[in-house]
């Protein structure tokens, strides 16, 4: 299927993960499809050294696990998988599984073709402000934005207690396992969002994937309030509505961030909070699997901050310190 397609070739077809890493130490690829039950060591455990052997190649996980819902699919996406896409079986894809193929390495190297060149820089701030200057952190991720969200929390230490909400875009079915290992990468309670949600220091909610996450003003604190309303981008859920309302409540007591995605969800939203004295801090092109999402913004000139999402979380902490 990959040969037969008219931009991709087949560089070489290898059965176990130690034939692919010795390959790999002295040929170069774009892209490793990358199965997850093999013979020897399984594709989940033999991930970050594919990624770290590829050289930034992107890794593919294409594998019957990879259901949606599949627990194996977002551990896949954590540990810094680019995309998962289902062998073809009986039916998948209704025999369009070729096509769904070369969309999915379409989107893996078409990472900048929409932008206008933006220095990657490893730092570009605006004035930074002093601590404890923002009672929200909103965030919005797609394509390679799990294993972005897991470097990012990571950098965020258990006495952080100002509220996170994240908009990621991923199908309903994902969304308990992903609350869950995002509770273990952010040490912190973890929750797909209800409607009338209350907002609670110290916790992560994330938007449940067939609504829009919004929030409202209480009387004695913040909740949460779903939508299903066509969005800018198309994508449900969207993190310009949840960046619309953050603007609107919190104004510039709200932080804004924007990780690794393909497409432009989150630059109007970004731009409303801009607006009202927010700030935004993106991930920056190099460590992006797509520089879709964060490029806009960063293009648009509204970042605040342009680096990788360990170095993001742990300027997050540092100036949400109280």
Known sequence: MVDGTRRFRVAAALSDVRAALDYLETHRVDIILLDIDMPGIDGLTALPDMIAAGK????????????????????????????????????????????????????????HTDLSPVPNSTTSFGPVTTT????????????????????????????????????????SSFMGYFAAQLAVLGSRPCEVASDRMRIRPGRIIVAPGDAHMRVAKMSDGWSVRLSDEKSLSGCMPSVDPMFESIAEIF?????????????????????RLVETGARIFVQDRASSVIWGMPGAVANAGHASAVLPPDELGRLVAWQGRA
């Open 251 to 271: 104004g510039k007591r709200a932080l804004g961030v924007v990780l690794s995605g393909m497409g432009r969800d989150g630059a109007e939203g970004a731009k």
């Open 56 to 111: 930034g190649a992107r890794v593919l996980i294409v594998s019957s696990s990879a259901d949606e819902g599949a627990a194996v699919t977002v551990q896949a996406l954590a540990l810094g998988a680019a995309d998962t896409l289902v062998k073809p079986g009986i039916g998948a894809f209704g025999g369009r599984f070729a096509e769904v193929l070369e969309e999915r390495l379409s989107r893996l190297v078409e990472v």
């Open 132 to 171: 404890n200057d923002f009672d929200v952190v909103a965030i919005g991720a797609s394509t390679g934005g799990i294993h972005a969200l897991s470097q990012f929390l990571r950098a965020i230490p258990t006495s952080f207690q100002i509220p996170i909400l994240v908009t990621q875009h991923l199908p």
